[in-house]
Structure formats: C-alpha cells, structure tokens
C-alpha cells in the first residue's frame, strides 16, 4: 500500500478529517476545515512530499496544501476553484465529488475560507487572506 492508499484507507475507516503521510511518518486530524494543514504549517513541521487525504478541500486548502509541499492529495469532496487552483500546482490530485463551492458549516452561505481567497491566485497571499479571516472569526 502506497502513502495515498493508506492515508485514503485512514481517512475513510479511522474517523479523521485530514491524514497525512510518508513512509512511516504519519499525521491524523479530528479538526475539521483548513486547520490540519495550517497547524502544520504554524508549526514549521516539515510535510514535503507527503501524501494527504481530506473530507473537504476548498481553495483556501489546496493553497495550504501547496505551500505545505504536499504531493498527492486526494479529497471525498472539492470545490471548483481548488480544483483550477490545483491543476496549476505540482500537486496529482483526486476527489470523490465535484462541487461548485464549499458551504460554511451553518449551511447558510459560502465558506469563510473559501471566501477569504476567492479572488487570490497566489498562495502566499491567500495564506495571509486565511490567517486574516480566522483572526476574525476568532474574534467574533
């Protein structure tokens, strides 16, 4: 089995949101949203050339995902913008199910996240973009 196989196998039967893995190396999440990938990223842990598997991947994500050097990815669900995002990314990736846009978790609008990068094409920028929108959050 493959990184990508086990981290999908993980993500499908062990109750996790995001699994990321290389070798023997492996990092599980419960948290849901952009938050696996950016703790890993805050925390200068080194996923370069990881495999990862995630229920939802909206573009706030696969930016994440790309500036964390990730370098297969697949999702249950990813959005349109993620996707054309991704296709100009190093990153091979698969998905489960297509979706115009992600829907924040009241199910009344579009994601915060996914929002806060809607009209950024760099991931640098969209990283700033996240971190800006879930000081917000945090705040409200």
């Known amino acids: 089995m493959n990184?990508?196989?086990?981290?999908?196998?993980?993500?499908?039967?062990?109750?996790?949101?995001?699994?990321?893995?290389?070798?023997?190396?492996?990092?599980t999440s419960e948290k849901r949203g952009v938050v696996p990938v950016l703790e890993k990223l805050e925390?200068?842990?080194?996923?370069r050339g990881f495999s990862a598997a995630d229920k939802v991947v909206g573009k706030a994500a696969a930016m994440l995902f790309y500036l964390a050097g990730i370098s297969f990815l697949h999702t249950e669900v990813l959005s349109?913008?993620?996707?054309?995002?991704?296709?100009?990314?190093?990153?091979?990736?698969?998905?489960?199910i297509?979706?115009?846009?992600?829907?924040?978790?009241?199910?009344?609008?579009?994601?915060?996240?996914?929002?806060?990068?809607?009209?950024i094409d760099s991931a640098e920028e969209g990283f700033?973009?996240?971190k800006s929108k879930l000081d917000e959050l945090r705040k409200a």
């Open 43 to 47: 925390q200068n842990i080194d996923i």
């Open 80 to 96: 349109i913008p993620a996707k054309e995002f991704l296709e100009k990314s190093n990153i091979v990736f698969s998905y489960d």
């Open 128 to 130: 700033k973009a996240i």
């Open 98 to 119: 297509l979706t115009d846009k992600i829907i924040n978790r009241s199910g009344d609008g579009l994601c915060p996240m996914e929002t806060a990068v809607m009209d």
């Open 3 to 27: 990184d990508l196989e086990k981290a999908k196998e993980l993500l499908k039967n062990g109750g996790y949101t995001c699994v990321m893995c290389k070798g023997e190396t492996l990092y």
